[in-house]
């Protein structure tokens, strides 16, 4: 038979508290009241200091630890110092590793979403914090160019000729399906407003400068962001995870000429290539709409087509390429460096590369136009 369990308090003349423990302490003799272990510490007034003798506890299992659990809570809210060095060890060690282990939310009161004001902040306070990292890694990458160009790079062919298939004959199918799509859908658009007019024959036009000067190239820019910048963050995020680019700083090599370098380099030819691959693409989508609907004929769409684009518009899509091209494998590198150390940060390298690609294509294509029409051409 168990034996009974004994709890008794005892202050002396300067209000000192001892806890005296004995007998058994398991589950199976219960529990005492919550309302008795609080009266024993705030009556008649808290104490001095709170101690425990457990000399007599003959068994224990976490009825013990709960007890004791219990009135170092109610001490420490009073601020009244506790000593443990009565209580067998084994206790003493589960109380401290109840009070390092934080008590799981849900039950307090919600925490209060930050307002309208504070949340602006923080969007432009982490926009201030990408762009002083953006700028740097830019720096980084001009002098990896730099490099490259005066014969120092530390750059693998094998390695550039890779990223050039990736980024270039990979490429071919979805840039060929998205910028027919393009091409059909601005033909589609504009036959519908100028047949109002009686002038259809324009849809040629229409359709050869937008896919020249902005589609072609903003397009494929996305297309290359949603693609090959979160295959350079994945794959460069993968290799910070791995600690790959650790080794090779070890070794002494530049990760920016190693790895970025590449990339860069692949996507900065191929881009322009690709661009003006979409923008024929564009426009025999659009002849598809001027022949099959308008009842052109491939002659009229052709000629209007050539007198309506000049070299001018070719040149500006296929530059707006080349700077689309450096962007996104600067935005998807950067991204990978930045990957932390654990499988779901490369997701999150990846998605954020795709975002930062697409952001910075569709403000530099804005500072493209305002240029052009400042310009004059």
Not at 240 to 245: A, L, N, R
């Amino acid at each position: 038979m168990a034996e009974p369990r004994e709890l008794s308090f005892h202050r002396d003349e300067r209000q000192a508290l001892e806890v005296r423990l004995a007998g058994s302490w398991t589950k199976a003799q219960g529990l005492p009241s919550a309302a008795e272990l609080r009266r024993a510490i705030e009556l008649p007034a808290p104490p001095s200091r709170v101690s425990f003798d457990a000399s007599g506890v003959l068994r224990w299992d976490s009825a013990l630890v709960a007890v004791v659990d219990r009135l170092v809570a109610l001490a420490r809210e009073r601020e009244v110092p506790v000593e443990l060095g009565g209580l067998p060890a084994g206790v003493v060690r589960l109380v401290a590793l109840a009070d390092a282990v934080p008590e799981r939310g849900g039950g307090g009161t919600p925490a209060r979403e930050p307002g309208l004001v504070t949340r602006l902040g923080q969007g432009v306070l982490a926009a201030w914090d990408d762009a002083a990292v953006f700028v740097p890694f830019l720096g980084e990458s001009v002098l990896a160019v730099a490099a490259l160009l005066a014969g120092r790079a530390r750059m693998r062919a094998t390695d550039f000729f890779l990223a050039m298939q990736d980024c270039g004959a990979s490429a071919l199918g979805i840039v060929s399906l998205i910028s027919l799509l393009v091409g059909l859908i601005l033909a589609f658009v504009g036959a519908v407003q100028l047949q109002q007019f009686g002038a259809t024959v324009y849809v040629a036009d229409l359709v050869g400068i937008a896919m020249t000067r902005e589609m072609g190239a903003m397009m494929t820019g996305i297309i290359m962001a949603g693609r090959t910048g979160a295959s350079f963050a994945a794959q460069i995020g993968n290799m910070k995870v791995t600690e790959e680019i650790d080794a090779l700083r070890t070794f002494g090599i530049s990760p920016m000429e190693f790895l970025v370098l590449p990339r860069m380099a692949a996507l900065f030819l191929m881009m322009p290539l690709l661009t003006l691959y979409a923008d024929f693409v564009g426009m025999a989508g659009g002849m598809i709409v001027g022949v099959g609907m308008l009842d052109l004929t491939p002659e009229q769409y052709v000629m209007h087509t050539m007198n309506a684009v000049s070299m001018t518009n070719f040149m500006i899509g296929v530059v707006k390429g080349s700077v689309f091209g450096v962007l996104i494998a600067v935005a998807g590198c950067l991204r990978g460096m930045q990957c932390g150390n654990d499988s779901a940060a490369v997701g999150q390298a990846t998605t954020s590369a795709v975002v930062t690609g697409i952001v910075l294509i569709i403000v530099t294509d804005a500072v493209f136009t305002v240029m052009c029409n400042v310009l004059g051409i």
